[in-house]
């Protein structure tokens, strides 16, 4: 028998009506910005010994811990280099996230607080990134060479990456193992319990070439179950490798290994992240580049700049509060304490009150260190900005300069120029840094999440008219990280400042949106082509009978079933789905275009598709007029950001049989259920699922019979 407590949203689309349509006009309806109300909750799944299906013999996989519950330190053989005794490794403090509470942004700290106050150890783990000692990245890894590249002859031009028959064969098996755990760490001084692969946040990377296959050996060493989603990848013909629980697969158990066997059909900046209810915003992300042609030549590659907000509340805690949070209190939605740099940020102790913390009596050091980075003048310097928040839309600058987009998503770009680049959730950019500086300089790499979105009851956040994008605390709304010239000063940190103004760059509801249409053009042309199915959506909020609050659309709000993936149900010929899942059969269609509209809350929601690239039709304020921007190519990638108040239209093939979900990428607003699940293609009959999936489900279930899994959102 399994053991489930399902709660809060049981009964959502009988609830009660969707909020009204307020009048918009300018910025006096930012209201929530992007963090809208709700979600639900995932307490601890309890405590339970290795099910059948764990590591061989009994023991944990190489690097993972031995049996038992889960620590508070980073596992002691976790894969991965201890870091922090090495000087040029060691974190350095310096200008943490003042914000608009009182204190300019531009604010440059002493010289004499500039110092190594945390080590690396304590604030990130085993990670090495945002140090000085974290090398550059190759061109490529090593493997067979045709024409004298792993890819041969193809280029950025010439070939459509999208097409599978054009993706190349290289033979190549790019293999990690990795396990999940409990970790206490300080990313910006402030101790966290945490989620970690290796012992390491921003956790492994993932490295390969275009064509590659991929292999990654996951042990579960938590009491709950977790997956792994690896964003923006296709999986043609492996649609069971998603990650998604409740769609693709069954959660690992705790105590069980799973490997996900993965190719790299698309190639640029990507992550991986856990799809496990919001799991992923305890620190269970990591970086992905996968190598292959681009659009335009660069010297050094610094590799991934990770960015995100930051919440010092455990997640389950958190999403608890999204899902009771209400307009007039006595609970709002979380606010974000800080913004984050490859893991990394200050934080001024003296306002730890304003900081949500977690249940530990978490301790705060000062000045814990910010991410640095080395260049080489005159050389052109490829960073890339990968946006892995809970929440927040961020703005990414560098001061003085210029930055030239050459790619989005995995979608090479014409290359463009821009003062800085918006990124919601889940959306990459890789973006040139032309180093004119001389051998001597410094300057200071800028991630803004801006004033917070307005809130009633807390005026103080956001005047009337003032509110940004996002809620946070109004105190720690941006951080920097040091670039350094190869003969810098690195005990001197830089001392450059912004000229891009606070308003209206990160004003709502204008701010709230994407890179513009007319600027990302993809090098490989695809033009836009009539779709044979149309569908027009509309996104509503409200409180449904238990007083939680869910995301509808189309009156649809989603809720997963761990036990039973819809993707193994529809292999096994299933055709009538209960309501709450959400199932969609567009089996019969070629391609879709979707019309999706914002109602009644004025918020972003950042859409991911996943198994596809997203044809960017037209998007903003107000209704679609039915206008297609720049058709002969119009901007693809695998988010876009729904404006608040607004509407998107998105197209794309449907040729990759499987199940798959369509969803607002916020952690609040996917476990409030905003999400749309679709079957493709002739799925039943062309698409084989290994016997594993039915071992990691029988794994699964074994656990839950055991334990009792609380199930208070989504689960996605």
């Not at 991934?304 to 939605?333: C, K, R």
Request: net charge negative.
């Amino acid at each position: 028998m399994v053991a489930l407590r399902f709660a809060t949203l049981l009964s959502a689309a009988s609830s009660a009506a969707a909020w009204g349509i307020p009048a918009f006009s300018g910025h006096s309806n930012a209201g929530f910005g992007a963090g809208g109300f709700g979600a639900g909750s995932y307490p601890g799944a309890g405590a339970g010994g290795p099910p059948q299906g764990g590591p061989p013999q009994g023991q944990p996989p190489a690097g993972a811990q031995a049996w038992g519950p889960p620590s508070a330190a980073p596992p002691a053989q976790a894969q991965g280099p201890v870091v922090g005794t090495n000087p040029e490794q060691a974190s350095q403090g310096g200008l943490g996230g003042q914000g608009w509470g009182g204190q300019s942004w531009n604010n440059a700290p002493s010289q004499a607080s500039w110092g190594n106050r945390m080590s690396q150890n304590w604030t990130n783990g085993m990670s090495t990134w945002g140090t000085l000692g974290q090398p550059n990245m190759n061109p490529w890894m090593n493997g067979p060479m045709p024409q004298g590249k792993p890819w041969g002859s193809r280029d950025a031009g010439n070939c459509n990456q999208l097409d599978p028959n054009q993706t190349p064969n290289t033979g190549m098996v790019r293999q990690y193992s990795w396990t999940i755990s409990d970790a206490l760490l300080s990313p910006d001084g402030v101790e966290k319990n945490m989620i970690v692969a290796n012992g390491q946040y921003p956790g492994p990377l993932i490295e390969a070439n275009w064509g590659d296959w991929i292999e990654v050996t996951v042990f579960n060493n938590r009491s709950e179950g977790t997956s792994i989603h690896w964003h923006g990848f296709l999986q043609t013909g492996t649609p069971f490798m998603d990650g998604t629980p409740g769609i693709s697969q069954c959660p690992i158990a705790p105590g069980a290994t799973f490997t996900y066997r993965i190719r790299a059909e698309l190639y640029g900046t990507s992550w991986w992240h856990s799809h496990y209810s919001a799991q992923y915003i305890d620190g269970l992300v990591g970086p992905i580049v996968v190598h292959g042609p681009k659009s335009t030549d660069y010297d050094i590659d610094v590799g991934p700049v990770v960015i995100s907000d930051w919440f010092g509340g455990y997640y389950e805690n958190l999403v608890d509060q999204i899902m009771h949070a209400t307009p007039v209190g006595p609970l709002s939605p979380p606010e974000a304490a800080n913004v984050l740099i490859n893991g990394k940020a200050n934080m001024n102790c003296s306002n730890l009150a304003n900081y949500p913390t977690s249940p530990i009596n978490a301790k705060c050091v000062p000045d814990a260190g910010l991410a640095q980075f080395k260049v080489q003048s005159g050389k052109k310097i490829l960073f890339r900005l990968i946006n892995t928040a809970a929440e927040a839309v961020l703005f990414v600058s560098i001061d003085g300069h210029q930055l030239e987009v050459i790619a989005q998503d995995f979608v090479p770009l014409v290359p463009y120029n821009t003062s800085y680049v918006t990124l919601a959730v889940g959306q990459r950019s890789d973006v040139i840094f032309y180093a004119t500086g001389a051998p001597t300089d410094s300057v200071w790499l800028r991630v803004v999440s801006g004033p917070s979105g307005e809130i009633p009851g807390k005026a103080e956040l956001a005047p009337p008219g003032s509110g940004g994008c996002n809620i946070n605390t109004g105190f720690n709304n941006f951080t920097t990280a040091a670039i350094y010239y190869e003969n810098a000063d690195t005990s001197i940190p830089p001392n450059t400042t912004s000229l891009i103004p606070i308003g209206p760059t990160y004003i709502a509801p204008l701010a709230c949106q994407n890179d513009p249409l007319t600027e990302t053009v993809p090098f490989f042309p695809i033009p836009a082509k009539d779709a044979d199915l149309n569908i027009d959506i509309i996104i509503t909020g409200g409180y449904n009978d238990t007083g939680a609050f869910v995301w509808w659309m189309n009156n649809v709000t989603y809720l997963g079933d761990f036990n039973d993936p819809l993707l193994l149900e529809a292999k096994m010929g299933q055709t009538v789905y209960d309501k709450y899942k959400a199932m969609n059969d567009w089996s019969n269609y070629t391609s879709v275009r979707i019309n999706i509209t914002s109602v009644g809350f004025p918020a972003i929601h950042p859409y991911h598709v996943h198994g596809h690239n997203m044809q960017i039709l037209s998007s903003g304020l107000g209704y679609w007029q039915g206008d297609i921007q720049n058709p002969e190519n119009p901007t693809r990638r695998d988010v876009w950001s729904l404006p608040p108040l607004g509407y998107s239209v998105f197209q794309w093939d449907l040729n990759n049989p499987g199940v798959w979900p369509f969803h607002c990428h916020i952690a609040w607003h996917t476990s409030e259920g905003m999400v749309l699940n679709f079957i493709e293609g002739n799925f039943k009959d062309e698409v084989e699922i290994p016997y594993i999936m039915e071992q990691t489900c029988r794994d699964w279930s074994a656990w839950t019979g055991q334990n009792v899994v609380n199930v208070l959102d989504s689960g996605l």
